[in-house]
């Protein structure tokens, strides 16, 4: 099986997924186009949500890190940093904690002795103990960039961590996708899996980028396996993040049924939360299967139960 | 005045010196020669060094990095790296403290905003409150290899800290020295200073480096102030690492003589330790005029000793 992942949401269900599988039969191919060189160091903060809950090692509340974190060197970092006048070019807003900042040490050594990000990826899942393949979905850079209300262009981190999502998005572009090559393996995992998820994170944030990548795209679309996508709207509402806000934003409908239109010709079926079973006929008619279902992961057992239900129901049925 | 540092009994003296003078009257010209990646990120261990002991914030008896240090990072990426079999090449054999990595992090931010070494340098000292002026000898990179008896060319980090100094250096290269131009201000500080000061550190491994730059080596030989050097052997013996070694097995001698026959024609004065009083007739001869003090820097007190009495009998005497 394989999925195209964003952050959390992703991770979370992914994590509920090889609760109920051989993690090895498990491909995840993670969104790239929120990476960023943070304090010197590339960040890839999709890929690494997706490692840390794979490896129960993440902080599920929080959805980010480490649990059971210091922040030593970011508390030093950011008092440095103010004695310079917290000149916010030097990204004291960042958050990086110190046994996570292992982890991007670690791929950055390994990037400096010629590894590419689906090498160095490979290996921190390794020292982790991730079974599943965790691939980045190219080993070029893209770039998410966001048009924001005053025209200014921000990176992602600066939107989302810097100034919090509080500003208004009228146009989302994915650089360098059009020339990007799928990483190795993504292409193979998404075309011949029994089944390829796309499970409950921003689609215009999240997972766009990954199938602004052409090959990527066309994989999906050509498939051979069940199609199967999560809603991240449930009730009105982004389960995490911005995703109501910059659906809005952008003229969707902040609904299962807008989500779903994105993904028009790419799913065979799209599972919504029990809250918006109403939803459904909406659904059935851009060509998928909705199927209706508790989807709300808590914690690791709910994320556990919410993926068997859907192996159960949609994929194996 | 001014003075050409390596790492430790640079900094030592140094630290001493601000503690007798206004330290906006002092210019440090630091090795980079040892400069390195480690783990992501441009460590630049001489510079460090003389920043932690000028504002006070080293561990002294170490010798090296913060006080009141944590190592959660370290411990947590040396754990990782022994999960990927250990690799040498992964650069576990490093030391990487949790504050001290804030200060990396500093300094690889804001040269990715692409301002300079030196201009970095200059800010990392502001926040440091340091308000003598630390300049790194260069803004180019120059790295000291060293061959040792198996023919193996080595980087200075991989020797002085992965092979803990144990191999025997039969030679000693400044790659990139003959074309890198001294920072700017280096020239000048050395030139106009009314004392330069070479302090007690490895003259094949840490004050060579700055020399090999021929806009510095000129400086020095020319310049209008008295010229100070304090010798790094005492008693037969290197006062902190392997100077001693590393002068033997290049066919030094190992006493404050050899070493200032290494800096013969641009030094007026060698300092040398009461313990080597009997060296003075043969530093003598190489036109130095030898001074015999106590030099003996086991702590801040010390050192600020050591400083006074060579700048009220050589200097302002």
């Known amino acids: 099986m394989s999925a195209i992942s964003g952050g959390v949401g992703s991770a979370r ?19 790239t186009g929120d990476d960023e060189r943070i304090r010197g160091l590339l960040i890839c903060p999709d890929i690494d949500t997706v490692l840390y809950h794979l490896s129960a090692s993440t902080d599920w509340t929080r959805g980010w890190g480490l ?47 010629g590894r590419t990000l689906t090498e160095t990826t490979a290996a921190i899942a390794r020292a982790l103990d991730v079974e599943a393949t965790i691939i ?26 810097h100034r919090r999502q509080a500003d208004e998005i009228i146009e989302v572009a994915y650089s360098g996708a059009i020339k990007a090559s799928p990483a190795p393996g993504v292409v193979d995992a998404i075309s011949t899996a029994d089944a390829v998820f796309i499970p409950p994170s921003n689609p215009i944030l999240s997972i766009a980028p990954p199938l602004a990548i052409a090959g990527i795209r066309d994989a999906l679309a ?71 279902c508790d989807t709300i992961m808590s914690g690791p057992e709910e994320a556990a139960r919410v993926a068997k239900t859907i192996l159960d129901h949609v994929v194996h049925h």
Chains 1, 2 share one sequence.
């Open 13 to 31: 269900f992914c994590a509920g997924l090889v609760r109920n599988l051989d993690p090895r039969e498990l491909t995840i191919v993670v969104n």
């Open 67 to 113: 649990a059971a974190e210091t922040f030593v060197a970011d508390e030093r970092y950011k008092e440095l940093a103010s004695r310079l006048g917290g000149d916010a070019d030097l990204q004291a807003w960042f958050a990086l904690g110190d046994r996570d900042l292992a982890t991007h040490q670690l791929r950055a050594r390994l990037l400096d002795t």
């Open 222 to 292: 050509t498939a051979q396996g069940v199609r199967v996508g999560v809603s991240p709207i449930v009730g009105g509402k982004a389960l995490k993040g911005p995703a109501d806000r910059v659906l809005a934003s952008l003229g969707h409908d902040v609904s299962p049924a807008g989500v779903a239109r994105v993904y028009e010709g790419l799913l065979d079926v799209f599972v919504i939360d029990e809250a918006d079973a109403t939803y459904a006929p909406e659904i059935e008619e851009l060509g998928m299967h909705a199927f209706v």
């Open 136 to 161: 980045p979905m190219s080993d070029e850079p893209v770039r998410t960039v966001l048009t924001i209300a005053t025209g200014e262009e921000l990176d992602f981190q600066e939107y989302f961590v």
